[in-house]
């Protein structure tokens, strides 16, 4: 027989191998399969949640913002304040009142939109607050709510009119979205979260070299449709949504991590496999062994046979066909 022929015994072992890593392979792709289907699917889930979570976390904020607005600005002795038109007397008001409200900033205008009162001291008596959309529709004698950028920082604002029986001025106030908010929305969902302006994250929950690193993802996020983006060497699945113009907020959940009972599955099932074919390995070889070496007594005989020698017999001491034919 040529030398580069397959014996017997290697094929047989070949056949025991191929089969059990058919197997294997059949039972990691079905895993794989279903568990990556499960863990997209729960941290799709997870990241609608955190977006509900966070929709509904803003809608109660704007509720305590107007609802304590409403009241302050029925108020007779601030009315009074205001009335005065004097900054000092309203500035003064405003700040014993903003602790109350629990905002991070309260402001007051005239009737013609101009700043009497800024509890953070940053902006001048007399600028116009027209520009600031919830003031001009408290102006019109409408309650308005929303987030804006304002100094350069997006804030979630509530207006109301202050009426004496006539419009003598508007009460905003706000909560500064920055990273405390961040925060609170983690703790609630589990989600990380960045809001952005003008393509630039202002808060977030992520560390600042991952801030870095997720700053490039933030332009031509599509709203609404989850996404999955390599972020300093992370996968991270996102989702983006935009609470007001020009203000993004961007949910996100480690897919990697989300992966990893599925990737800890998959090394025991491997580590399982090649076990089984280690043992398979080993069984083969005994069972093709135990069965070539009866065949390597039949070809012996037959070539003596072949030779002339016809008194040649075989002991196989089995009873299946190879033990008849050697018989």
């Known amino acids: 027989p040529s030398p580069h022929r397959m014996s017997f015994r290697l094929k047989l072992l ?22 990556t289907r499960k863990a997209e699917n729960e941290v799709r889930a ?13 809608e109660g904020r704007e509720r ?22 004097d900054p000092a007397t309203v500035l003064s008001a405003a700040s014993n009142h903003r602790g109350r409200i629990g905002a991070d900033l309260l402001l ?16 001048r008596a007399g600028r116009s607050l027209r520009k600031l959309a919830v003031v001009a529709e408290a102006l019109e004698e409408k309650s308005s709510a929303r987030i804006q950028v304002f100094d350069g920082a997006p804030i ?10 006539d419009i003598i001025g508007v009460l905003a106030a706000g909560f500064v979205i920055d990273d405390s908010l961040a925060a609170d929305l983690k703790r609630l969902t589990g989600a990380d979260i960045v809001f952005a302006a003008g393509g630039k994250a202002f808060a977030s929950t992520l560390d600042p070299a991952r801030r870095d690193s997720f700053a490039p993802h933030l332009a031509g996020l599509p709203v609404g449709k989850p996404l999955l983006r390599d972020v300093g060497g992370e996968r991270l699945l996102l989702l983006a949504s935009e609470p007001a113009p020009q203000v993004t ?39 093709a062994a135990g069965v070539t070496a009866s065949l390597g007594k ?21 009873s299946d066909e190879i033990g008849q034919l050697g018989r």
């Open 156 to 165: 979630q604002f509530a207006a109301v009119p202050i009426a004496a029986p």
């Open 249 to 287: 907020a961007v949910v996100m959940r480690s897919w990697d991590k989300a992966l990893e009972p599925m990737e800890e599955l998959q090394r025991l099932l491997l580590t399982i496999g090649a076990l089984g074919l280690g043992a398979t390995a080993l069984l083969g070889l005994l069972i």
């Open 298 to 318: 039949l070809v012996e005989a037959t070539a003596q046979v072949a030779s002339g020698q016809y008194d040649v017999s075989v002991d196989i001491p089995s």
């Open 46 to 58: 997870g990241l609608l949640s955190a977006h509900a979570v966070f929709e509904k976390l803003l």
């Open 64 to 85: 305590q913002l107007t609802t304590a607005l409403k009241l302050l600005s029925g108020d007779f002795a601030f009315k009074q304040s205001v009335a005065t038109a």
């Open 108 to 123: 007051v205008a005239d009737a013609e939109g101009l700043i009497l009162a800024d509890t953070r001291r940053k902006l």
């Open 14 to 35: 070949a056949y025991f191998l191929s089969l059990l890593a058919a197997v294997l392979g059949a039972c990691l792709w079905t895993v794989n399969s279903r568990e």
